[in-house]
């Protein structure tokens, strides 16, 4: 008996079925939908910045969150991707930067 | 003879006499005596041979001991000048192992420093850019309090994108 096998666990079928639809859903679903961080509200000419700055946007729903913490910019989440337009994001690459030199 | 006063049977038997006494003292006196001096000669020779043997082996016993001894003191002595030699040679082999580990310790002491030193450094030089950092977001948040500001600037990240 392999290692492998020696591991393997005896999922029910019918739960794992259930398990692969459910993620298969949430990723559409997340995928359907965009989740924009902002440190300010957001009126249709940021959206429309938005949208130039990342045409393939355009058409998907949003859903914005403000969050003070970012200072200024935004984050745009799709899915598991993220768009890190935000100054605390720049602040924290800066800091990466610094502690990277002399390593 | 007669006339010279000597009585020739006398002189007869003492001549016999004496020719008998001396028969007599020949056989059982002197040749006894004579045996008994040669014995004494031959045991007195016996004894200066053994004497002289002693003599000899006392020589060369005293000549075997003397040789000995130089031997042994020689022995001795080459003994002591191997043992000088090993001990100069021990005391050099230690001094040396004790160089080479005082060396060592002193370049690990000498790393351990280094690696401390650096670590310090680093540990420094990360809380300064915490500090650095802290101060520059404490600052840009005061600086960027207004609604308008923050707008601005997500306009400008933005447009910087676009192009």
């Known amino acids: 008996m392999s290692l492998i096998n020696a591991f393997e666990m005896k999922i029910d079928l019918r739960i794992k079925e259930d398990l692969k639809k459910f993620l298969t859903e949430e990723r559409t679903r997340s995928k359907s939908t965009v989740q924009i961080r902002s440190a300010h509200p957001l009126d249709q000419l940021d959206i429309n910045l938005l949208y130039k700055a990342i045409p393939r946007l355009k058409g998907i729903a949003y859903r914005v969150i403000i969050d003070p913490s970012l200072i200024a910019g935004l984050i745009v989440q799709q899915g598991s991707q993220i768009i890190d337009l935000s100054l605390s994001g720049q602040l924290k690459n800066l800091r990466a930067s610094i502690y990277e030199i002399d390593r | ?163």
Do not use: C, W
């Not at chain 2, 002591?80 to 082999?93: F, S, V």
């Open chain 2, 1 to 163: 003879m007669e006339n010279l006063g000597i009585d020739v049977k006398l002189l007869l038997a003492q001549m016999l006499n004496f020719i008998l006494f001396f028969l007599l003292v020949k056989k059982y006196i002197a040749k006894p005596f004579l045996r008994f001096i040669d014995d004494e000669k031959k045991k007195e020779k016996e004894r200066s041979d053994a004497a002289d043997n002693l003599q000899r082996q006392t020589a060369a016993l005293t000549e075997e001991e003397q040789a000995f001894k130089e031997k042994t003191a020689a022995e001795v002595k080459k003994r002591l000048d191997e043992a000088k030699k090993d001990g100069k040679q021990i005391r050099a082999d230690m001094l040396i192992a004790t160089q080479k580990e005082v060396e060592e310790l002193k370049a690990k002491a000498h790393l351990q420093l280094e690696q401390e030193r650096r670590k310090m450094e680093q540990t420094m030089k990360e809380r300064m850019v915490d500090l650095s950092m802290a101060l520059v977001t404490r600052s840009l948040k005061d600086v960027l309090a207004d609604e308008n500001i923050q707008k601005k600037v997500t306009d400008k990240i933005l447009k910087n994108v676009a192009n």
